[in-house]
């Protein structure tokens, strides 16, 4: 536990506003594949708690909620109504343990999209609840890997009045560039951006092209960014450190 609270720690001493409960795949269904399904409670008061206790004064804590492995019919059998239990159950614990809102994130059908969103309005109704989508840019547009367009993802958490709508996961930040300037234009809610630093069959990107991309993002319309899988605590603290590093005029001084 303690090295999960010093990861914490080291975020918010690079420079993050905010940090991501160890809590992605704590739900009902991934656990029960593990055998240890009565590990629901336990794992997400604790990921909350691990979380809370490195978290400076200013700091938020953003509990985290993956998805479940399992597909909504017709590409696969899952039950929509134990789908929404299993978001509200680990929703209710999340907030149980502090956390100051809900993401719901690297959703890629839209029914769980529905039933994760409806499940944490259930299980903590006092807390925010943004959601982002996982994707890849392909020549037909944005689409996740079993074949759902962004746009389709995206219609669901408006249709389900999330507080903030965003992209996760796979893609370096020049790749969902064009996701989030589309999104932003469109959408009535805060986009927010969560690339990688090693994006699915790239090369791995250096610290300094990560934080160009960052700030690209909020150039294109993103009110928050963070990192993905493979993201360090120093290639944030880069980025930080871009976004916030002085930028000289240009000269108006006569010839």
Sequence with gaps: PEIVRDIHADFYAA???????NTFGANRLRLRAQGCEEAVKRSNLRGALLALEAKPPNGLVIGSLGPTGAL?????TADLVELEDTFAEQAMYLAEGGVDFLHIETLYHPKEARAAIRGCRFGAPDLPVVASLSCRKSGSGYL???GFSAAALTQVFLEERVDGVGVNCSMAPADMLDLVEAMSASVPVPVFAQPTIAPSGKAPLYP???AAGVTALFAAGARAAGGCCGTGAADIQTAYEAMHRPHRLPTTDPM
Excluded: M, S
Excluded at 72 to 76: A, F, N, Q, R, S
């Design 15 to 21: 420079g993050a506003a905010a940090v991501q409960t």
């Design 72 to 76: 909504p019919p017709p590409e696969g």
């Design 144 to 146: 996740t890997h079993i």
């Design 208 to 210: 300094a092209e990560f």
